[in-house]
């Protein structure tokens, strides 16, 4: 896991910010009501009886497409530079999207999102999380990874910071923690190989 705060200059961290919170951001069209597109709480249920973990919620996110099955989105463009600065040698982006998470009534410090991996049926691919805003709404890092049952440990949690990425194995499993303040989480999420 590698944590790079300040990964493209001050500047392009503003414009990007100003753009994605600009009211007429293309988010309102693009809402899942849980990670995994399974549209029941059963889901949820079941996903605390997997991991042994009550403390797992799903409190829905917007999202944006910016690029999938290699078709790049309208604002593509916007995150080269983020590309840019963490380019691997033939680097392959498999997707980029930005997830939009807001306060979640009845939040607290130790309830996160369902603990997931982003590409379940890909191996041996990198997923980085880019932070938009500054603010709450930590990513947790388990030390488990795809396929695990039980109960999950902490390996690291890192808290947004603008213009902050983090890099790890993309068989990690991972989770968000909803804000509890009144500023959005707004994270560039990408998977490459």
């Known amino acids: ?10 500047s392009i961290q ?5 753009n994605i919170l600009n009211p007429i951001f293309p988010w309102g069209h693009m809402f899942s009501s849980d990670l995994a597109n399974e549209a029941s709480d059963d889901y949820v249920i079941l996903k605390r009886k997997e991991f042994q973990n009550s403390e797992i ?3 829905g996110q917007f999202y944006h497409n910016i690029l999938i099955d290699q078709q790049p989105g309208q604002f593509f463009t916007w995150f080269t530079p983020i590309l840019e600065a963490i380019k691997f040698e033939d680097m ?9 998470n807001y306060p979640y009534f009845g939040n607290k410090d130790s309830t996160h999102g369902i603990p997931h991996v982003d590409l379940p049926n890909e191996k041996d691919y990198t997923t980085a999380i880019y932070y938009v805003t500054e603010g709450d709404g930590d990513t ?3 030390n488990e990874k795809n396929g695990h049952q039980g109960p999950l440990t902490i390996k690291q949690r890192v808290s947004p910071k603008k213009g902050r990425i983090i ?24 998977n490459i190989r």
Do not use: Q, Y
């Open 92 to 100: 392959r982006i498999l997707r980029m999207k930005m997830n939009f």
């Open 57 to 59: 919620i799903d409190p």
């Open 140 to 142: 947790l890092l388990f």
């Open 1 to 10: 896991m590698k944590i790079i705060d300040d990964v493209i200059p001050l």
């Open 14 to 18: 503003n414009e990007l910010e100003r």
């Open 167 to 190: 890099l790890f194995e993309g068989d990690t499993l991972h989770a968000a923690c909803p804000p509890i303040s009144n500023r959005p989480r707004i994270v560039v999420n990408i």
